[in-house]
């Protein structure tokens, strides 16, 4: 499985050259440092998905002497693990050129990967390719701009939902909010790998 994983990297030598100027570009730009995180963290799993989805690649796969679990687990583990590598480039990146973030930045960021990481991982098994990058891409436009509004909106409608969580203490919210993403993380990890055994390739 670690193989499968060394690929992604192998596979995506070309566009990892873009990855430093790429981020170096948000950091510039001033762009908020949980949105910076977020995107370098976004930039490996989901290029390796885009790419597998114009060549194929899961007929490949399905020829190697890799089970059907190993390969979505290789998925879901990869992901972490370049999500880790990223923010530690980006954590990098920013000591470098003097700019200031903070951990709370790269929870944010990290609960983020994983919550649209969670939604958007199996629809790679569920939609046909061709269409997937595209939905995936709008998805994380949407999210990036529209998220933190409608999350102020519902704030302010469910003031009493809002009190009762504002009233917790920050280890509580932090606790319970990894445990609730790491779940979805693992009930999306379960239904891909639900979806992938019953694909005919």
């Known amino acids: 499985m670690f193989h499968l994983i060394k690929r992604d990297v192998i596979l995506q030598k070309k566009q990892l050259l873009i ?3 790429f981020i170096l570009f948000f950091i510039f730009m ?10 370098a963290s976004v930039f490996i799993p989901f290029n390796t ?3 597998d989805e114009k060549a194929e690649t899961n007929i490949l796969l399905n020829s190697l002497p890799y089970t059907r679990n190993e390969i979505i687990a290789s998925r879901y583990l990869g992901a972490v693990f370049y999500m880790v590598i990223a923010m530690g480039l980006t954590s990098a990146a920013f000591f470098s050129f003097g700019k200031l973030f903070s951990i709370t930045d790269i929870a944010l960021s990290s609960g983020l990967f994983l ?13 046909k390719p061709g269409y997937i990058t595209t939905v995936v891409l709008i ?3 949407l999210l990036s701009a529209m998220g933190p509004p409608v999350v102020f909106y519902l704030a302010e409608q469910f003031s009493g939902i809002t009190d009762f969580i504002m009233n917790l203490s920050i280890p509580i919210i932090y ?5 609730l993403i790491m779940l979805l993380y693992l ?5 891909s790998t639900a979806i992938y055994q019953r694909k005919v390739f």
């Open 30 to 39: 001033d762009v908020h440092p949980v949105l910076t995180f977020l995107v």
């Open 175 to 179: 606790t319970g909010s990894t445990v």
């Open 139 to 141: 998805g994380f436009i």
């Open 187 to 191: 009930l999306s990890w379960g239904l």
């Open 49 to 51: 998905y885009a790419y």
């Open 19 to 21: 990855f430093i100027p």
């Open 115 to 127: 919550l649209f990481a969670a939604c958007t991982f199996p629809l790679f098994y569920i939609l």
